[in-house]
């Protein structure tokens, strides 16, 4: 465990309610949304697009993976928590002695796995575990790659972080809110805002409250959103308005805001611009 400094209320604000707040009140609204139509498991439609982002993006020219690459020595052991389908795991795997992938989602442990294979990558045990129930061994480096948005009870889950790290923790969250591309569309189609979710601020400041002391970097991903068609497109828009799988009252809304806001790239489209991300990190020497 780190030497923690004494906990800080920056600004005035209890961060760590604030951080509960956000998460709950977009639970709240996604999941009375989500009650409207079938219900799917939430990573089982998004598995397959992580798996072609990581295939596209290359880890030596890409900003975010080079700052990362930085805090991480040769022979090192790294454990990667929330993995997903190896988009850090394969080129830590490249470094490190050994990285230990926890994932709990089958859809994605189903692309890492395949990932990890065509890159030989035979220096990395996945585990098949939420963290809060991971039973893991210490690493030199601990990474949790946006992760956190979702998690209210956000404490335990970084305390549990910084006491498996032998030297140094790394947390990558976005610092834009994702989806800001349909944001017009919300308000039309639900009759509410967008319900925003936690970002760098909101974390840097919990965790100075609760008496860590971190460095930010700032960084963009070098791809930006692709998309093969504007069919695809419409679809992961569809994904972040969290329209029900049948519901398609909305699609033309929709497509006709896609041709307005994408940009043609090669055979497909980017989305008009890349979130920027901060990779945030303490150390224990």
């Known amino acids: 465990m780190s030497a923690l400094a004494s906990p800080i209320c920056a600004g005035g604000v209890d961060w760590v309610e604030h951080w509960v707040q956000l998460v709950e009140h977009r639970r709240d609204v996604i999941e009375g949304l989500a009650r409207q139509g079938p219900q799917t498991r939430f990573w089982d439609t998004r598995a397959e697009r992580f798996a072609r982002r ?3 993006t290359d880890p030596k020219t890409d900003p975010l993976t080079l700052a990362l690459l930085d805090l991480v020595h040769p022979g090192d052991t790294v454990l990667d928590v929330g993995a997903g389908t190896g988009r850090y795991a ?15 989602a089958e859809s994605m442990r189903a692309e890492l796995e395949r990932t990890l294979v065509a890159h030989g990558c035979d220096n990395v045990s996945v585990v098949p575990s939420r963290w809060e129930d991971a039973a893991v061994e ?8 946006n992760v956190l948005y979702p998690i209210a009870d956000v404490v335990p889950f970084v305390q549990k972080l910084d006491a498996h790290t032998r030297r140094t923790s790394v947390i990558i969250i976005r610092v834009d809110q994702m989806g800001t591309m349909v944001d017009p569309l919300w308000e039309e189609i639900w ?6 979710e936690p970002g760098l601020l909101d ?26 068609d ?27 805001h896609l041709e307005r806001v994408l940009v043609p790239s ?14 945030v990190w303490w150390t224990n020497e």
Request: charged share 20%.
């Open 54 to 56: 990581v295939e596209a």
């Open 90 to 104: 394969v080129p830590l795997a490249q470094v490190a002695a050994h990285v230990t992938a926890v994932e709990p």
């Open 138 to 145: 210490p690493a030199d480096v601990v990474l949790c790659a």
């Open 191 to 196: 009759g509410v805002r967008r319900p925003p």
């Open 203 to 228: 974390l840097y400041n919990l965790l100075f409250s609760i008496g860590i002391r971190a460095n930010v970097r700032l960084a963009r991903r070098a791809d930006a959103q692709r998309y093969r």
């Open 230 to 256: 504007t069919d695809d497109a419409l679809a992961q828009a569809r994904n972040q308005l969290f329209l029900p799988a049948d519901h398609h009252e909305h699609d033309d809304r929709i497509r006709a």
């Open 266 to 279: 090669g055979s497909g489209f980017d989305a008009p611009s890349s979130p920027q991300y901060g990779l």
